[in-house]
């Protein structure tokens, strides 16, 4: 878990992955803002369940992902986020316990597709887990496809101001998101 959250920054790319993705983000309607975790805590981006016997069974639930991410990277992502850990041996903060961005239970997830995609850009451990080549790739593309939404929103400030799912938008991911 420790890994998971560190990494989570760094990755958020992958969790929400379009400019629709942060418009559902919000701890008040269960879509973390922060690497955070808790016991059986929905506004935590982990959130630790333990079934009939706590010290066997339990499992940890990742609640920043969306339904809208590609499966093999989010599962990649999370999966080296957890060897990271491990081979780092990172200890995990202190469980969330109320508001997690309140009490300040973890680094803070970019609130905007730009700012993921720099935290990407700029990510040594991406770098270091995912390669050079693979990050500059990605990041390219990410940044080209905001690049075309914020030419686009820039003649339609009306569209744009309302928060709404946009025409762009439709057009660009109906038929494959």
Known sequence: AAGVLATMPDFHLFFRPYVNSYRRMSRFHFSPE?????????????RVVHGAVPERQARLEHRVAGAD???????AAIVLGGL????????PPAYAVGDP????????????LGGSITAFEQSAVAR??????????Y???????????????ADHSDETASGAVTTWE????FEWV
Request: proline share 3%.
């Open 128 to 137: 270091e887990l995912l390669g050079d080549a693979f990050v500059d790739h």
């Open 84 to 91: 990271y850990g491990i081979e780092h041996g990172l200890e």
């Open 139 to 153: 990041a390219l593309v990410k940044r080209g496809e905001l690049d075309l939404f914020e030419a686009w929103s």
């Open 34 to 46: 922060n690497a955070s975790w808790g016991l059986d805590h929905h506004t935590a981006a982990i």
């Open 101 to 112: 961005v309140e009490g300040n239970n973890g680094a803070m997830l970019a609130p905007d």
């Open 170 to 173: 439709r057009a660009q991911y």
């Open 69 to 75: 991410v590609n499966p093999y990277l989010t599962l």
